[in-house]
């Protein structure tokens, strides 16, 4: 079975830190994706990946970076948090195809900006 | 603009009653559907998927989906529901604005399934 982990499943964090978090897949697949999911407007892309050091901006970049530096391994990053980055983070991965493969989803992260 | 539309935020059936969750479309090209399912406190499951070929398709805990290109339609269903399938479900299509990997999802629809 593929396994997406994401490094937590809550997070506090204050105004103006800068905030990582991780994501890991463990069935080599070349995309990897980050989205944000509020009530109401489903899940939005942030950024995604299709190769190591690759990336490309999603719907709703603005106030985030992200890093890939390892396959497995996709992070997103918050430069300077605020209130309105709190929402719940999930992370997702798929075999490289033109879209026609599911994408495989981690647990999620809820983060809350103080 | 590509564009996935769930038009009802919530559907409400009494277990063993068949469901339908609703699903429209607007994309150029030829698109690839998908459902995804969210329990409660977990992340999103894949369920189902059309990509070319029957337009009825099968995926997993008994659901499946029709995709209808005429009205531009991919509906979920399930003949005989459950407690259990009560959850969020989204549609997703495929971005064929780009050439990656992107689909885009729609807002979700939340099943309640009463005993």
């Known amino acids: 079975d593929v396994k997406v982990t994401q490094s937590s499943r809550y997070l506090v964090k204050r105004t103006g830190e800068k905030v990582f978090l991780e994501c890991v897949q463990d069935m080599d697949h070349e995309n990897m994706f980050w989205y944000r999911q509020d009530p109401g407007l489903g899940l939005r892309l942030i950024y995604f990946s299709y190769d190591v050091k690759m990336k490309e901006k999603g719907d709703i970049p603005e106030g985030y970076s992200v890093s890939r530096e390892k396959k497995e391994r996709f992070s997103l990053i918050l430069e300077s948090a605020s209130t309105n980055q709190t929402s719940m983070y999930l992370c997702a991965s798929s075999l490289y195809g033109g879209a026609s493969y599911e994408q495989y989803f981690g647990p999620g992260t809820r983060l809350t900006v103080t | 603009a590509q564009s996935v539309a769930q038009p009802e935020d919530q559907v409400n059936v009494a277990e063993g009653n068949p469901l339908t969750v609703k699903c429209t479309y607007s994309?150029?090209?030829?698109?690839?559907l998908f459902w995804y399912v969210q329990y409660p406190n977990r992340g999103l499951q894949f369920l189902l998927k059309y990509i070319t070929g029957d337009n009825l398709v099968k995926g997993s805990y008994g659901f499946e989906a029709e995709f209808n290109k005429s009205q531009t339609s991919f509906h979920l269903k399930k003949p005989s529901a459950l407690v259990s399938d009560s959850a969020l479900y989204f549609c997703?299509?495929?971005?064929?604005?780009?050439?990656?990997?992107?689909?885009?999802f729609g807002s979700g629809t939340r099943l309640s399934i009463r005993p």
């Open positions: 997703a299509v495929r971005d064929t604005s780009s050439s990656a990997s992107k689909i885009i």
């Open positions: 994309v150029s090209g030829n698109p690839y």
